[in-house]
């Protein structure tokens, strides 16, 4: 039986080599599942990549935006700060050069004080005009004697002289408050008592003699000042009083102009009293006063 040997031993080869192909079927399987599974994961990773580098640019972009409107909302506030908002340097409702030359014609304090002012920053606007005007009809009217000034004490030949050097230095001493945001607080406080028609009094003076502690400090350094004021605890009394004047009797104009009408005030006011030792009238009887407010 030789061929059933024959037959027996082919199948066995048969069933063999079947098996064998069956075997390099599955690993040829595994292989090419395994290739398939690291080439997915690569494309998946690839693919991540992409994304993430998208995501990174979308990103990048997004920052660049922002940043370029941030620049120009603060550019635009800026500006806004520059010519919207009534502050010591800054006037909402400027005036034509026209105007601002109309104002200094009417008295040599005007021009004296006209010229330094602008010279170191400041803008004139209608508040600040309103505000020297105030001041000068108070002088007018009635006026008191604070002590000497430095004209009378020999510091300045002519009163004009005296007008430019000390307003110049004032309006440097502003400018600088105002830089430096030093004002912000106290002014918009009393803008905010005007809106009552400063019915509290002892709110306004309150806010007053703030405003007046702020602007002491600096203008007293400037030479001459201590003379003709005296000590400085003196010197933040006239300016308080000069404050609460111009604000009773003029609520609507601190309503309309804050800073602008204060400083208006306040220059022209404290360049009357270091260079002539004038204060409108009242100023007396209100120091008095200011024993019995607590």
Not at 124 to 141: C, H, M, P, Q, S
């Amino acid at each position: 039986m030789g061929w059933i040997h024959t037959i027996t031993h082919a199948g066995s080869t048969v069933i063999h080599g079947a098996s064998d192909a069956a075997k390099k079927a599955a690993e040829a399987s595994a292989k090419a599942a395994a290739e398939a599974e690291a080439k997915s994961r690569a494309a998946a990773a690839e693919a991540a990549r992409i994304a993430a580098e998208k995501t990174k640019e979308a990103a990048e972009v997004a920052a660049e935006k922002a940043k370029e409107a941030a620049e120009a909302a603060a550019k635009e506030a800026a500006q806004t700060s520059k010519t919207g908002v009534n502050s010591f340097v800054n006037a909402a409702d400027s005036v034509s050069g026209a105007t601002v030359s109309a104002w200094e014609a009417t008295s040599s304090e005007a021009k004296a004080l006209g010229n330094a002012i602008e010279q170191n920053g400041i803008t004139i606007g209608k508040g600040f005009v309103d505000g020297a005007d105030v001041l000068e009809k108070e002088l007018k009217t009635a006026a008191e004697e604070t002590g000497k000034g430095l004209v009378e004490l020999g510091k300045y030949i002519t009163e004009y002289a005296c007008d430019i050097a000390v307003g110049s230095a004032l309006s440097a001493c502003f400018a600088a408050l105002a830089s430096d945001g030093e004002e912000e607080a106290t002014v918009g406080s009393i803008a905010a008592l005007a809106a009552t028609q400063f019915a509290d009094n002892v709110a306004l003076n309150t806010a007053a003699k703030a405003l007046a502690f702020i602007i002491a400090e600096p203008v007293y350094k400037i030479p001459g000042v201590s003379d003709s004021v005296g000590h400085k605890s003196e010197f933040e009394t006239i300016l308080a009083f000069l404050i609460v004047k111009a604000c009773k009797e003029n609520p609507e104009m601190v309503i309309g102009s804050g800073g602008q009408f204060l400083a208006g005030v306040l220059i022209y006011g404290i360049t009357k009293v270091v260079c002539e030792g004038k204060i409108p009238g009242g100023y007396h009887v209100w120091k008095g006063a200011q024993a019995n407010i607590t």
